[in-house]
């Protein structure tokens, strides 16, 4: 079974700059997370969907953060404009949708460098 | 609010010897535990979860867990280390009010030669 997949793996871009990053999850799961993770600590949640529909997005920074995931499949994570503090590995995962006690599954991540 | 200490930033241990690695936590009803090991330049990978029964939950590469409620604490376990368990670990709760994983700060675990 494939697991999650992340494009791309490293980006470095200029602050005030766009980035965007695609997930796609393990097939049939509903449920698709993007987590932020700063050096030196845990990840945190950032966005949960559910098919195509945001379940929490209560610690996403709305004011420069998007994503979507419009066909309750794969999903794409926007920041614009990139702020230094960004810098993070950007982790998407994924779980079957049903119950709290499922396992979520993780993507390699991207690494994200803000100059 | 629900929280996760790891209280040791990293565990040092000799291949071949025991290795523990401490989780406690602080959530408002039942606790589900997780334990994931994170490599250089990868994702997290899920190594065992507690959810009911057992207080001793076994899980991947030879590593478990003992969930003890008096405590709050789910603390990873391996009898006998190798030197490519040298990884970061985090520990994360969950309970039924929410599918957000809170995650520990990790331990990063070196097994020495």
């Known amino acids: 079974e494939a697991g999650v997949a992340q494009s791309p793996r490293y980006k470095i871009i200029e602050k005030r700059q766009s980035v965007a990053f695609w997930c796609n999850p393990i097939?049939?799961?509903?449920?698709l997370y993007w987590y932020q993770q700063i050096l030196g600590q845990g990840p945190k949640l950032l966005i949960q969907?559910?098919?195509?529909?945001?379940?929490?997005d209560s610690q996403l920074p709305k004011d420069r953060f998007s994503a979507e995931r419009l066909k309750g499949v794969d999903s794409t994570l926007k920041i614009q404009p990139a702020k230094l503090e960004d810098s993070a590995v950007y982790l998407c995962?994924?779980?079957?949708?049903?119950?709290?006690?499922?396992?979520?599954?993780f993507g390699p991540g991207t690494r994200l460098l803000v100059l | 609010a629900q929280s996760v200490a790891q209280p040791e930033d990293q565990v040092n241990v000799a291949e071949g010897n025991p290795l523990t690695v401490k989780c406690t936590y602080s959530?408002?009803?039942?606790?589900?535990l997780f334990w994931y090991v994170q490599y250089p330049n990868r994702g997290l990978q899920f190594l065992l979860k507690?959810?009911?029964?057992?207080?001793l939950v076994k899980g991947s590469y030879g590593f478990e867990a003992e969930f003890n409620k008096s405590q709050t604490s789910f603390h990873l376990k391996k009898p006998s280390a190798l030197v490519s368990d040298s990884a970061l670990y985090f520990c994360?709760?969950?309970?039924?009010?929410?599918?957000?994983?809170?995650f520990g700060s990790g331990t990063r675990l070196l097994v020495r030669p």
């Open positions: 995962a994924s779980s079957q949708g049903g119950t709290f006690q499922e396992t979520q599954y």
């Open positions: 097939s049939g799961h509903a449920t």
């Open positions: 969907f559910q098919n195509n529909g945001v379940v929490d």
């Open positions: 959530v408002s009803g039942n606790p589900y």
């Open positions: 507690y959810i009911t029964g057992d207080n």
């Open positions: 994360a709760v969950r309970t039924d009010s929410s599918y957000k994983l809170i």
